[in-house]
Protein backbone atom coordinates (compact mmCIF):
# COMPACT_ATOMS: atom_id res chain seq x y z
CA UNK A 1 0.00 0.00 0.00
CA UNK A 2 1.40 3.53 -0.84
CA UNK A 3 1.99 6.04 1.82
CA UNK A 4 -0.55 8.52 3.08
CA UNK A 5 -0.14 12.00 1.52
CA UNK A 6 -0.52 14.95 3.68
CA UNK A 7 -1.76 18.22 2.72
CA UNK A 8 -3.47 19.67 5.86
CA UNK A 9 -1.12 22.11 7.49
CA UNK A 10 2.14 20.63 5.11
CA UNK A 11 2.45 18.65 1.92
CA UNK A 12 4.61 15.53 2.52
CA UNK A 13 4.18 11.61 2.44
CA UNK A 14 4.12 9.84 5.64
CA UNK A 15 7.26 7.63 5.95
CA UNK A 16 8.81 8.97 2.82
CA UNK A 17 11.71 11.95 2.72
CA UNK A 18 10.97 12.73 -1.23
CA UNK A 19 10.13 16.29 -0.55
CA UNK A 20 9.82 17.45 -4.03
CA UNK A 21 7.30 20.11 -4.18
CA UNK A 22 6.26 19.55 -7.80
CA UNK A 23 5.62 16.33 -8.02
CA UNK A 24 3.92 16.06 -4.43
CA UNK A 25 1.36 19.01 -5.75
CA UNK A 26 0.47 16.63 -8.36
CA UNK A 27 -0.19 13.46 -5.79
CA UNK A 28 -2.61 16.49 -4.05
CA UNK A 29 -4.33 17.47 -6.78
CA UNK A 30 -4.92 13.87 -8.55
CA UNK A 31 -6.51 13.11 -5.17
CA UNK A 32 -8.65 15.43 -4.93
CA UNK A 33 -9.78 15.67 -7.99
CA UNK A 34 -9.74 12.26 -8.93
CA UNK A 35 -8.18 10.33 -12.73
CA UNK A 36 -7.42 13.61 -15.10
CA UNK A 37 -6.49 13.46 -18.64
CA UNK A 38 -2.41 13.65 -19.18
CA UNK A 39 -2.40 16.04 -21.61
CA UNK A 40 -4.71 18.43 -19.16
CA UNK A 41 -2.59 18.02 -16.48
CA UNK A 42 0.59 18.63 -18.45
CA UNK A 43 -0.65 22.12 -19.20
CA UNK A 44 -2.03 22.58 -16.13
CA UNK A 45 1.25 22.31 -14.07
CA UNK A 46 3.86 23.50 -16.85
CA UNK A 47 2.09 25.83 -18.92
CA UNK A 48 5.47 27.74 -19.89
CA UNK A 49 7.58 24.52 -20.53
CA UNK A 50 8.58 23.89 -24.00
CA UNK A 51 7.35 20.39 -23.79
CA UNK A 52 4.66 20.72 -20.78
CA UNK A 53 4.16 17.13 -21.90
CA UNK A 54 7.72 15.72 -20.64
CA UNK A 55 7.79 17.47 -18.19
CA UNK A 56 4.74 16.08 -16.54
CA UNK A 57 6.82 12.80 -17.47
CA UNK A 58 9.88 13.69 -15.29
CA UNK A 59 7.66 14.31 -12.56
CA UNK A 60 5.99 10.66 -12.76
CA UNK A 61 9.62 9.24 -13.41
CA UNK A 62 10.55 11.09 -9.83
CA UNK A 63 7.59 9.45 -7.91
CA UNK A 64 7.82 6.40 -9.19
CA UNK A 65 11.67 6.58 -7.78
CA UNK A 66 10.69 7.63 -5.00
CA UNK A 67 7.98 4.43 -4.71
CA UNK A 68 6.72 2.70 -7.77
CA UNK A 69 2.89 2.68 -6.42
CA UNK A 70 3.09 6.49 -6.17
CA UNK A 71 1.25 7.48 -9.48
CA UNK A 72 0.39 5.33 -12.59
CA UNK A 73 0.13 7.29 -15.93
CA UNK A 74 -1.12 5.59 -19.19
CA UNK A 75 -0.75 7.92 -22.44
CA UNK A 76 -3.90 9.74 -22.04
CA UNK A 77 -3.92 9.69 -18.51
CA UNK A 78 -2.43 10.19 -14.91
CA UNK A 79 -4.28 8.89 -11.62
CA UNK A 80 -2.96 8.49 -8.24
CA UNK A 81 -4.77 5.64 -5.19
CA UNK A 82 -2.85 6.82 -2.59
CA UNK A 83 -4.93 8.17 0.69
CA UNK A 84 -5.28 11.64 1.90
CA UNK A 85 -5.84 13.34 5.33
CA UNK A 86 -8.19 15.89 3.35
CA UNK A 87 -10.43 12.66 1.97
CA UNK A 88 -10.50 11.84 5.62
CA UNK A 89 -11.24 15.18 6.86
CA UNK A 90 -14.30 15.56 4.63
CA UNK A 91 -15.38 11.93 5.70
CA UNK A 92 -15.27 13.33 9.51
CA UNK A 93 -17.07 15.95 8.78
CA UNK A 94 -20.24 13.99 7.23
CA UNK A 95 -20.12 11.51 10.50
CA UNK A 96 -19.94 14.65 12.73
CA UNK A 97 -16.88 13.58 14.20
CA UNK A 98 -15.66 16.70 14.77
CA UNK A 99 -12.77 15.55 16.94
CA UNK A 100 -11.65 13.61 14.57
CA UNK A 101 -11.73 16.65 12.14
CA UNK A 102 -10.03 18.86 14.24
CA UNK A 103 -7.40 15.98 15.09
CA UNK A 104 -6.64 15.87 11.41
CA UNK A 105 -6.90 19.69 10.34
CA UNK A 106 -3.32 20.74 11.00
CA UNK A 107 -3.54 24.17 9.23
CA UNK A 108 -5.07 25.16 5.95
CA UNK A 109 -4.70 22.88 2.47
CA UNK A 110 -1.28 23.09 1.47
CA UNK A 111 -0.11 26.08 3.75
CA UNK A 112 3.27 25.44 3.44
CA UNK A 113 3.65 24.99 -0.11
CA UNK A 114 6.29 27.43 -1.58
CA UNK A 115 6.43 27.10 -5.20
CA UNK A 116 6.01 30.46 -6.76
CA UNK A 117 5.92 29.49 -10.60
CA UNK A 118 2.02 28.17 -10.58
CA UNK A 119 0.09 29.01 -13.33
CA UNK A 120 -2.76 31.27 -12.40
CA UNK A 121 -5.37 28.26 -13.00
CA UNK A 122 -3.67 26.25 -10.40
CA UNK A 123 -3.65 29.10 -7.64
CA UNK A 124 -7.34 29.62 -7.92
CA UNK A 125 -7.70 25.89 -7.75
CA UNK A 126 -5.21 25.70 -3.93
CA UNK A 127 -6.90 28.82 -2.58
CA UNK A 128 -10.60 27.19 -3.82
CA UNK A 129 -9.84 23.94 -2.13
CA UNK A 130 -8.52 25.75 0.77
CA UNK A 131 -11.07 28.00 1.38
CA UNK A 132 -13.80 25.08 0.87
CA UNK A 133 -12.18 22.70 3.50
CA UNK A 134 -11.79 25.41 6.11
CA UNK A 135 -15.17 27.19 5.51
CA UNK A 136 -17.14 23.07 5.83
CA UNK A 137 -15.23 22.77 9.21
CA UNK A 138 -16.15 26.45 10.58
CA UNK A 139 -19.56 25.59 9.37
CA UNK A 140 -19.79 21.86 11.14
CA UNK A 141 -18.69 23.50 14.26
CA UNK A 142 -21.27 26.24 14.21
CA UNK A 143 -24.02 23.08 13.35
CA UNK A 144 -22.88 21.07 16.38
CA UNK A 145 -23.09 24.64 18.52
CA UNK A 146 -26.71 25.28 17.07
CA UNK A 147 -27.12 22.07 18.26
CA UNK A 148 -25.99 21.83 21.84
CA UNK A 149 -28.30 21.90 24.65
CA UNK A 150 -25.52 23.96 26.93
CA UNK A 151 -24.56 27.40 26.42
CA UNK A 152 -21.22 27.05 27.29
CA UNK A 153 -20.61 23.80 25.20
CA UNK A 154 -22.48 26.05 22.41
CA UNK A 155 -19.74 29.25 23.10
CA UNK A 156 -16.43 26.70 22.82
CA UNK A 157 -17.80 25.18 19.94
CA UNK A 158 -18.28 29.32 18.13
CA UNK A 159 -15.12 29.83 19.49
CA UNK A 160 -13.35 27.18 17.77
CA UNK A 161 -15.48 27.65 14.81
CA UNK A 162 -13.86 31.60 14.05
CA UNK A 163 -10.50 29.83 14.91
CA UNK A 164 -10.43 28.27 11.86
CA UNK A 165 -7.37 29.27 10.06
CA UNK A 166 -8.08 29.51 6.03
CA UNK A 167 -11.33 30.42 5.50
CA UNK A 168 -13.44 32.90 3.87
CA UNK A 169 -14.71 35.80 5.83
CA UNK A 170 -17.74 34.49 7.70
CA UNK A 171 -21.46 35.66 6.96
CA UNK A 172 -23.62 37.76 8.63
CA UNK A 173 -26.22 34.95 9.85
CA UNK A 174 -23.07 33.00 11.16
CA UNK A 175 -21.23 35.99 12.87
CA UNK A 176 -24.87 36.88 14.41
CA UNK A 177 -25.14 33.73 15.99
CA UNK A 178 -21.73 32.77 17.09
CA UNK A 179 -21.56 36.14 19.03
CA UNK A 180 -24.96 35.43 21.01
CA UNK A 181 -23.38 31.99 22.44
CA UNK A 182 -20.14 33.44 22.83
CA UNK A 183 -21.40 36.63 24.59
CA UNK A 184 -24.25 34.65 26.72
CA UNK A 185 -21.16 32.84 28.53
CA UNK A 186 -18.96 35.71 28.69
CA UNK A 187 -16.50 33.81 26.41
CA UNK A 188 -13.36 36.20 25.93
CA UNK A 189 -13.14 35.19 21.95
CA UNK A 190 -16.85 37.67 22.09
CA UNK A 191 -14.78 40.58 22.04
CA UNK A 192 -12.46 39.39 18.81
CA UNK A 193 -15.68 38.24 16.54
CA UNK A 194 -17.77 41.49 17.38
CA UNK A 195 -14.58 43.69 16.32
CA UNK A 196 -14.28 40.85 12.95
CA UNK A 197 -17.94 41.84 12.15
CA UNK A 198 -17.41 45.51 13.06
CA UNK A 199 -14.66 45.64 10.73
CA UNK A 200 -16.98 43.71 7.93
CA UNK A 201 -19.57 46.53 8.62
CA UNK A 202 -21.93 44.43 10.63
CA UNK A 203 -22.89 45.86 14.04
CA UNK A 204 -23.99 42.87 16.56
CA UNK A 205 -26.05 43.01 19.61
CA UNK A 206 -26.06 40.72 22.30
CA UNK A 207 -29.42 39.18 22.90
CA UNK A 208 -30.11 36.10 24.99
CA UNK A 209 -29.32 32.92 23.32
CA UNK A 210 -31.31 30.46 21.52
CA UNK A 211 -32.75 27.98 24.07
CA UNK A 212 -32.26 24.82 23.19
CA UNK A 213 -34.98 23.00 20.77
CA UNK A 214 -36.60 20.96 24.02
CA UNK A 215 -36.62 24.41 26.17
CA UNK A 216 -39.89 25.11 25.24
CA UNK A 217 -41.80 21.92 25.18
CA UNK A 218 -43.88 21.51 28.25
CA UNK A 219 -44.02 18.07 27.75
CA UNK A 220 -40.28 17.82 27.91
CA UNK A 221 -38.74 15.86 31.16
CA UNK A 222 -35.34 15.41 32.20
Same mark, same amino acid.
Given at each position: ?67 ? %? !?? &??? /????? #?????? @?? $?? *? +? =? ?23 ? %? !?? &??? /????? #?????? @?? $?? *? +? =? ?42 ? $? ?38
Amino acid at each position: MPPRLFTLGQLSLAGSDFRREKPLLLLAYLCVQGPQVRRNVARLFWPGAADPMNSLSVAVAQLRRAAP %D !LI &EAS /ETQVL #TRLTDD @AA $AF *R +S =ALQRAELEVAGALYRGPFLATLTLG %D !LS &EEL /EEWIM #TTREGL @AD $AY *R +S =ALLTAARGSAEAQAAAELSARAFRVIGTTPPLPEQLREGYRWLS $AAQHPDAERVRQEAQELGLKLAAPNPPRPCWAGNANWRG
